[in-house]
């Protein structure tokens, strides 16, 4: 279903167009834009991806491929209940505060929301099926108390993620509320 990004022609063309959506924000950026960025023509451009579109929704991708990967090799981890998930949650979120600090941050989590939901959804379900997959591990272990089955937590813990960053309270609040739910989170759930 999903893959990682490796021709480097196209990664290219995804860190340009990140770099150019952060900047002049999704409307304004044109796909000459993008291959300036890229180092390439606007032609080669269309032959990796057809539009701005379908460039949001590549990177949306791999940002969900990427975030599952940090994501399950930060619980993974060895610690206490608060650390490895403070851990999976700081892994999850890292790079947010950058898009946020953004001008056009909000513009661009807009436009992902629109362009690529079925992917932003899938994504949230791999997240939450991570989280829910090392609860109950940790709840069979007697590590965790849970008020609600470990699928529901896990959903719980990534919907609280992404409510964070579509609120808008900037890069800095941002990064302190992820801090302070991370904290509730594990320090609620570990049986002390």
Not at 19 to 25: M, S
Not at 47 to 58: D, M, Q, T, Y
Request: aromatic share 6%.
């Amino acid at each position: 279903m999903t893959e990682t990004v490796d021709d480097s022609r196209q990664r290219a063309i995804l860190n340009s167009a990140f770099q150019a959506f952060a900047t002049y924000g999704f409307r304004k950026t044109s796909m000459d834009d993008i291959a300036r960025g890229a180092g390439m023509s606007r032609p080669a451009v269309y032959l990796h991806f057809r539009n701005k579109e379908a460039i949001v929704s590549k990177l949306t991708e791999a940002y969900y491929v990427e975030k599952s990967a940090v994501v399950a090799e930060a619980l993974a981890t060895a610690g206490s209940v608060p650390e490895v998930l403070t851990r999976a949650i700081r892994a999850q979120t890292e790079g947010m505060a950058r898009i946020l600090a953004s001008p056009h941050g909000l513009e661009m989590l807009d436009n992902t929301k629109s362009l690529s939901s079925e992917i932003i959804r899938e994504g949230e379900a791999r997240l939450a099926g991570l989280y829910a997959d090392w609860l109950a591990q940790q709840e069979q272990a007697g590590r965790v108390r849970l008020v609600a089955d470990a699928a529901e937590t896990g959903r719980t813990i990534t919907a609280t993620l992404k409510g964070l960053k579509l609120i808008g309270a900037g890069a800095e609040v941002y990064e302190q509320q992820v801090a302070q739910i991370a904290a509730l989170i594990g320090a609620g759930l570990e049986i002390r």
